[in-house]
């Protein structure tokens, strides 16, 4: 007998943010397949770690941890989604309980959606339970309506320009950008140019170095590290 | 003594898709304001009780139904929602414990943040837990990657044309047209000018009534009930 390989979306940081069908998924596993990344400073961090050891999963027999860089090394990132396609694969096979968890959710920005597909492809039985995004905590903590009524939203990963801002929000209509530290300037220099809109500026939601700001100066003057994101609506988006 | 009123997001449909942080302020409240609709048959329907129910809150001496409109009817909407305020304040300034559900994320296209506003602004301390949007959901239910590395994503509300659609996707990117209802004619339009895109639509995601299809001539040829989305993606969408 064999199990479907189970995506678990762990939510965005905070434990209790996490879906009490994805509980139960990592609860009943034999396996957990579980991301850390090594950080500029040398230290080894897992969030989804952090998490897991919330809802109190911390059997390290259960846990792989499997090693991510941070940002754009995508040949290494890779190497190592493809190992954990092999060791699930097999693990599966042997009629493991296996589940791969991903912070916010597995199919929104998410590469890990790499190995998804890969098993998928190969016939094997997968299930994704969905997570809250970020983007959705991060408006929930500042007590934000991030997008209303008729409203379009739209969502940056990380690359745009003041140019491309200026027109996507000139029809009262609501921005999210994610990985802010690959487009500091340009987010900079848009701030500057409108202080007509408002900005809500998150880092690290749902965990204990939680960041929020919504003064535009004090935001167009600091360097967004990697787990940041920026939301910008016209007035009709409450302030906090 | 009092506490926070707390606006708790239910997720999509499905009640195991309710975070431990909801669940945990729905047991512990004295009092649960809860959404229902009247639909064009006459009948009373409540997707936000069922999804109290599938969590085995039923007490009907804590759950107060309150009736919204189905569309468009804003004026009804807000009278049912100052009903709402006074009876949340007031029950709060008694000491009571105040939840008010919505579904989905009440931050994300929930007309419900009105009443969060208006506490907020008269000093009453309120609390934001969020939950995951319909079109997470769905896109974990098809196994899809709803949007991924650079792309762009775009959330229409339910009013847009074959053009700006065409816009839209010219460049990669991904789209979700939520409240489909309110522009079927233009989605055909759409997709018949369209073949080279991926569509996947959604009614009822979570819920027993679950549809999904992805041929595009059938997409093209249905009616779009009130409960329905539609994700559309380059073929770097990977189809389920």
């Not at 943010?17 to 990592?26: R, Y």
């Not at 396996?31 to 400073?41: A, G, K, Q």
């Not at 493809?82 to 912070?103: D, N, P, T």
Request: hydrophobic letters at 40%.
């Amino acid at each position: 007998m064999t199990y479907p390989i189970q995506f678990v979306s762990l939510g965005p940081g905070d434990p209790e943010l996490i879906t009490l069908k994805g509980l139960k998924a990592l609860r009943d596993a034999d396996c957990i397949f579980c991301p850390e990344t090594l950080n500029r400073n040398g230290e080894v961090r897992s969030r989804a770690a952090d998490i897991l050891s919330g809802v109190g999963i911390i059997d390290e027999s259960v846990i792989r941890r499997f090693r991510l860089g941070m940002s754009k090394q995508r040949a290494e990132a890779f190497t190592a989604y493809e190992r954990v396609y092999e060791q699930a694969l097999s693990l599966h096979l042997e009629g493991h309980k296996v589940c791969i968890v991903a912070e916010g959710d597995a199919g929104f920005y998410s590469s890990i959606h790499y190995v998804y597909d890969k098993l998928k492809a190969q016939g094997i039985p997968v299930l994704h339970i969905p997570g809250i995004p970020a983007f959705i905590a991060a408006g929930a903590c500042a007590g934000l309506h991030v997008a209303s009524g008729e409203q379009q939203l739209t969502v940056l990963p990380g690359t745009t320009t003041a140019e491309e801002l200026g027109r996507l929000l000139g029809q009262e209509n609501a921005v999210v950008i994610m990985k802010l530290s690959q487009c500091t300037d340009e987010v900079h220099r848009f701030i500057r140019l409108h202080p007509e809109h408002t900005y809500h500026y998150f880092e690290n939601v749902g965990t204990p170095d939680e960041v929020y700001l919504n003064d535009s100066n004090q935001i167009a003057s600091i360097r967004f590290p990697y787990f940041s994101l920026l939301i910008i609506g016209k007035s009709t988006i409450s302030h906090a």
